[in-house]
Each structure stands twice: as structure tokens, then as C-alpha cells.
T-cell receptor
Framework: RKEVEQDPGPFNVPEGATVAFNCTYS??????FFWYRQDCRKEPKLLMS???SGNEDGRFTAQLNRASQYISLLIRDSKLSDSATYLC????????????FGRGTSLIVHP | SAVISQKPSRDICQRGTSLTIQCQVD?????MFWYRQQPGQSLTLIAT?????????ESGFVIDKFPISRPNLTFSTLTVSNLSPEDSSIYLC???????????FGEGSRLTVL
């Protein structure tokens, strides 16, 4: 079983829609979590950090549920430019903080 | 934020040869990671490049196939040795300025093995 699992999608939504992705993690020692965005043929870039108390940045909201071991990303009022792959990342503790990536969820926003 | 220059951006190699990828960072960073990403797949960690000591490899990756150098806190190389078509992939270097913090990525090196 992979340590970080995501539904690969694709999620195909119209402009203006609200879409949510979940990411589950199996390593309970994971301490910090992030969402990255990766455009086609580009490197991943940080979208936002995920805190236990939730994190909101404009149209994007990220949440962490430690009890159920999942993180979520909510995108409101989807734009065409939101089309990308969204990767969740967990960092396990234990001195090394090795980052583990999910396989990514593909989002396609259409007119 | 760290700025990473990764070279080459792409290359086409014959099987049996080797390719060395360079990663130059504009600041001193403690943590540097090498990833592989095959089309439609997640990033798979190859190894953690440690300055002043041997790299730490993940399961399924060995030093003979993927030798790594980390001579200082701003530079690292990954060599993919004895290339086969299965090595065709994108290779990415990544750095972290703090444990458990944001990662910054190079633009990737797209390798095609004929």
C-alpha cells in the first residue's frame, strides 16, 4: 500500500464549479502536509500548506483530518487556469522528514 | 525561496551509456532530493543527497545504478548509469530549506533512452 494515496481523476468540471480532492496517508508519523500544483511538463510548485486548523487562501481551502488520516483541497469558483495536477505530500518525522508524494489528481476545468 | 538550475533539460541517450544531471542551487540548502517521474505517475524518491557523506537510497534504487555526488551545500549530480529504455523518465532535483517544510524543484531533466 502506498503511503500517500490520491484518486488520479481526471476531475472534469465546468468553470465556476466547486471541486474537492482528498488524499489519504498511511504513516501516522507524518507531521506536515502540503498541496503542490504541477502543470503539464512543468515541475511541481507549492500551492499551500495544510494545517490541523485548516488553511484558506482565496478560492483554495486545505484541511487535515488526523483522526481519519486524510487531507483535502477544496477549490471554489474554478477557473480554466486551475487545470493542472494536484499533488499531496506528507513529511514523516523521525529525524529525516522524507517527503512522500501522492500520484496526483488531474483537474480539467472546461468552459 | 530557492532557485534551482537543473541541466540538461532534456537528452536522448543510447542504451548502455550514462547521463549525469546537474543541480545548482542559488543558496546553501541542507536537504536535497532526487526524484523520478514517469508519465502520468507520481514522483518517486530515488535518494536523499547528503552533503559530505554518501547518499541515502530508497528501496529499489542502488548506488551503482544512480551514483550521486553532493560536494557542497549548493550543488549535486545524479548519474543514471548503464541506461536502458526503462530509465526513460523525468528526473527532478528538489531542495528543502527546513525539515518538513516547502520543497523547491528544478525544472526537470527529460531523459529518453533509445
Amino acid at each position: 500500500r502506498k503511503e500517500v494515496e490520491q484518486d488520479p481523476g481526471p476531475f472534469n468540471v465546468p468553470e465556476g464549479a466547486t471541486v474537492a480532492f482528498n488524499c489519504t496517508y498511511s504513516n501516522s508519523a507524518s507531521q506536515s502536509f502540503f498541496w503542490y500544483r504541477q502543470d503539464c511538463r512543468k515541475e511541481p510548485k507549492l500551492l499551500m500548506s495544510v494545517y490541523s486548523s485548516g488553511n484558506e487562501d482565496g478560492r483554495f481551502t486545505a484541511q487535515l483530518n488526523r483522526a481519519s488520516q486524510y487531507i483535502s483541497l477544496l477549490i471554489r469558483d474554478s477557473k480554466l487556469s486551475d487545470s493542472a495536477t494536484y499533488l499531496c505530500v506528507g513529511h514523516a518525522s523521525g529525524g529525516s522528514y522524507i517527503p512522500t508524494f501522492g500520484r496526483g489528481t488531474s483537474l480539467i476545468v472546461h468552459p | 525561496s530557492a532557485v534551482i538550475s537543473q541541466k540538461p533539460s532534456r537528452d536522448i541517450c543510447q542504451r548502455g551509456t550514462s547521463l549525469t544531471i546537474q543541480c545548482q542551487v542559488d543558496s546553501q540548502v541542507t536537504m536535497m532530493f532526487w526524484y523520478r517521474q514517469q508519465p502520468g505517475q507520481s514522483l518517486t524518491l530515488i535518494a536523499t543527497a547528503n552533503q559530505g557523506s554518501e547518499a541515502t537510497y530508497e528501496s529499489g534504487f542502488v548506488i551503482d545504478k544512480f551514483p550521486i555526488s553532493r560536494p557542497n551545500l549548493t550543488f549535486s549530480t545524479l548519474t543514471v548509469s548503464n541506461l536502458s529504455p526503462e530509465d526513460s523518465s523525468i528526473y527532478l532535483c528538489s531542495v528543502g530549506e527546513s525539515a518538513g517544510g516547502e520543497l523547491f524543484f528544478g525544472e526537470g531533466s527529460r531523459l529518453t533512452v533509445l
